[in-house]
Structures are given as C-alpha cells and as structure tokens.
C-alpha cells in the first residue's frame, strides 16, 4: 500500500480544480502557488500556454497576509494595464484561507474582477 503525502493529495485537488478553470485572453486565470519560503501569482492564459504575467514576494520578504494583498494588487494592476478587466481564481490546490483571501481581495481592490 503506498502512502500519500500532504503533496500528493494537493496534486489531486489541483488537478481537480484545473479541469474546470481555464484562462483566456480575454480573462486569463490567476495560478496562486505558496511555498514555505514564498508567495508566486502568474496570469495565464491557457490557449496560448503563455504566462502574461508573474509576480513573487521574496523580494518583498515574507508570506504573510500583507504580503499577499500587495502581490494580488499589483498582479492586477499589471493586468489592467494591458486591458484585462477579469480573472479566473485558481487556488492551486492550496485551502482559500487567509493568505488567500487577502491575494484575491488585492486583485479586486485594484479593480481585477474575480
């Protein structure tokens, strides 16, 4: 019998969730990672397979809520900037919880629509 891991049953919840969520141009999808050590957000758009844009807090230090809200921000304001006006959440498998939802309601304080 094989053990499962904390990573592993995270794979499966992401696979899960990517068969629903799919970015376009027009409104690409918000991919969250989370680290032990770092906070990563790409927009991407899955018709092309390219990434529109990606941003990071380990040069902002840290991981914690804060943080977040100021990577969801400017994620959006990137976005915004080359005339996205929405975005699909794809959490990444990871729990919606505080760091999360401090990400999202970054990307909607700058006006993303999530």
């Not at 390219?50 to 304001?77: H, M, P, Q, V, Y």
């Not at 975005?87 to 990307?107: E, H, L, P, S, T």
């Amino acid at each position: 019998m094989k053990i499962k891991t904390r990573k592993d049953y995270r794979k499966r919840r992401h696979l899960r969730l990517r068969r629903k969520v799919h970015g376009t141009a027009e409104r690409p999808r918000m991919s969250v990672f989370i680290s032990n050590r770092a906070i990563y957000v790409q927009l991407i758009d899955d018709e092309r397979a390219a990434t529109l844009f990606a941003a990071d807090s380990s040069g902002n230090g840290g991981k914690d809520a804060d943080t977040a809200r100021k990577i969801g921000k400017s994620c959006a304001e990137a976005a915004l900037e080359q005339g996205i006006k929405g975005a699909v959440f794809d959490r990444g498998g990871f729990r919606f919880g505080k760091r999360m939802a401090a990400i999202a309601d970054g990307a909607r304080e700058a006006g993303l629509n999530i």
